[in-house]
């Protein structure tokens, strides 16, 4: 079965990073745009980032925009997001996607990011 | 910034048509799409390209566009379609994806 699995959740303070990773498995990674999705408890989707199948286009939410940086290792079929100078406002369950560029077709079930003193 | 507007809330009895809006004030040349969210669950992509439906996704379940405005529909409304559901398109630039707030489908 096509899935991607995210880790690297948890509780950090604000100020702090945190890096979150995505292992891919069953389709071929390096084929497809990859996004990190957000939702805040009780709260609607957001879209975070995405980043093509090369690794050379990104693109950000304002919100997140010079504190996050997402990548990939295509190698190790892996996604990651690399998220700096966080703030409480970010704290959510944050979601792997592939898709194609504009959409999203195969979620993770999520990691929840809390940042609170 | 560019917005998806959703109604918060739809209630509907089994059997009945439940219609989900919606609306930007002026939904750019691309594609709408529309993702499913069970309690407690990741989300499922409903619709794709404005009226594709993956496969699995029964045929009751479509949508549509008019003006600024696009709709999904669900014919027969079932208890397991309680959920949220959120609309999402892309700005004009492209650059950036953009949700709709999302609606709560109450099954009465």
Redesign the interface.
């Given at each position: 079965e096509v899935q991607v699995v995210e880790s690297g959740g948890g509780l950090v303070q604000p100020g702090g990073s945190l890096r979150l990773s995505c292992a891919a498995s069953k389709f071929t990674f390096s084929n497809y745009w990859m996004?990190w999705v957000r939702q805040a408890p009780g709260k609607?989707?957001?879209?975070v980032s995405?980043l093509n199948s090369d690794g050379t286009t990104t693109?950000y939410?304002?919100s997140v925009k010079g504190r996050f940086t997402i990548s990939r290792d295509n190698a190790k079929n892996t996604l990651y997001l690399q998220m700096n100078s966080l703030r409480v406002e970010d704290t959510a369950v944050y979601?792997c996607v592939e898709g194609p560029?504009?959409?999203?077709?195969i979620?993770?079930?999520?990691t929840m990011v809390t940042v609170s003193s | 910034s560019y917005e998806l507007t959703q109604p918060p809330s739809v209630s509907v009895s089994p059997g009945q048509t439940a219609r989900i809006t919606c609306s930007a004030d002026a939904l750019p040349n691309q594609y709408t799409y529309w993702y499913q969210q069970r309690p407690g669950q990741a989300p499922v992509l409903l619709i794709y390209k404005d009226s594709g439906r993956p496969s699995g996704v029964p045929e009751r379940i479509s949508a549509s566009r008019s003006g600024t405005t696009v709709t999904l529909t669900i014919s027969g409304v079932q208890a397991e379609d309680e959920a949220d559901y959120y609309c999402q398109s892309t700005d004009r630039s492209g650059a950036s994806v953009v949700f709709g707030g999302g609606t709560k489908l109450t099954v009465l």
């Open positions: 996004h609607g989707l957001v879209w995405r693109n939410a304002d979601y560029m504009d959409s999203f077709d979620w993770g079930q999520g | -």
